[in-house]
């Protein structure tokens, strides 16, 4: 009985474990750890741990992406 409940919990950490090593863009295997953020080789776009966590893979944004949405908002506001 209790042994399931372990076993789900391994297998959610190791579910997470996995998502970290897949690109949430292109679902390649070629991302490198850095640490708080992994690189895709594949896309040259960088996504933050967190996200990737915390959000549905089609919600996520890259950190380029982040920052030219930052931007963008900025312009508009300076472009008023
Ligand atoms: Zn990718």
């Known amino acids: 009985m209790y042994h399931f409940f372990i076993d789900v919990e391994i297998e959610a950490l190791f579910k997470m474990e ?3 090593k897949i690109c949430p863009r292109c679902k390649g295997k ?3 750890d850095m640490g708080d953020t992994i690189d895709c080789v594949d896309c040259r776009l960088e996504f933050e741990k967190i996200d990737i966590k915390t959000l549905k893979s089609n ?3 890259s950190i380029s992406e982040k920052l030219g949405f930052v931007k963008s908002i900025k312009n508009n506001q300076t472009n008023k």
């Open 18 to 20: 996995n998502k970290l």
């Open 59 to 61: 919600q996520i944004l």
């Open 30 to 32: 070629n991302v490198i």
